[in-house]
């Protein structure tokens, strides 16, 4: 069996790939959102987060043979918790990182290196911020905004435990958009409009996470964009290109069958 570690759009196409060619597969992801995985007989979920502990346990239980690392191109503990797991338990370990495939060069775009200088960055424009970030990092923001009094806008997906981070983060319910994207650029458009937004802070999240829309919704309304940079974790065996991913992962695990073989003789 594979561990698949996703959550992202992209899950669907690796498990269903994988499940077709006769793998089992394990779809893990750390909530339990609705999320398309095929109806495939050779793939189960499992929903809850992993910690390097358990997801050693749960590799030993259900007697993986590989992880396969899909998650959001920024859950860098994930990704980094999947490589020592592999290389404590001596399994194979395959990582997929969605390309970022966007044009960051040009007037109005600002780059950062993590959360706490995009915020920095975003509040010194002194105009209001649209954050569309999700609700994991909000502090930085919600201190830069509390420390010099502009306005910030999170947009967060409409799930209780975001708008509950929020508001510990002293962020009023009213200053909060509460939907689920990716969004058009009319939609992005229209959310700037509404809050008077100035500045727009995103991730490097590519193509699927919708980042081109919010690029050009930005230009139009004359917004400031900053963008957070992926986070850099080494990892073996990592495709940008699912065709590649499940052609090594099949390579791998049919080279490992072939040499139980020889061994088994």
Known sequence: MILLLGGTSETKAIATRLASAGVSVLVSTATDELLEIGSNPNIERRAGR?????????????????????????????????????????????????????DFHGEGIHMAPDHEAAARLAFSFGRPVLLTTGANNLVPYANESSRTGIPLVPRILPRAESIRACLRAGIEK???????????????????????????????SGEAGG???????????????????????????????????????????????????????
Do not use: W
């Open 174 to 204: 009213e200053s909060i958009i509460s939907a689920k994207g990716p969004f058009s650029v009319e939609q992005n458009r229209a959310h700037i409009r509404r809050c008077s937004i100035g500045v727009l802070v995103t991730k490097d």
């Open 211 to 265: 980042v081109p829309a919010k690029l050009e919704a930005a230009r139009q309304e004359r917004c400031e964009v900053v963008i957070v940079k992926r986070p850099h974790v080494p990892a073996p065996h990592t495709h940008a290109s699912i065709e590649d991913l499940v052609t090594d992962i099949m390579g791998v695990l049919q080279q490992n069958a072939l040499t139980h073989r020889r061994r088994g003789r």
């Open 50 to 102: 992993l910690d390097e502990t358990a997801m050693a346990a749960l590799v030993r239980e259900r007697k993986i043979r590989a992880i396969v690392d899909a998650t959001h191109p920024y859950a860098a503990v994930v990704r980094s918790t999947a490589v020592h797991v592999a290389e404590r338990l001596h399994i194979a370990y395959f990582g997929y990182v969605r390309p970022g495939g966007v």
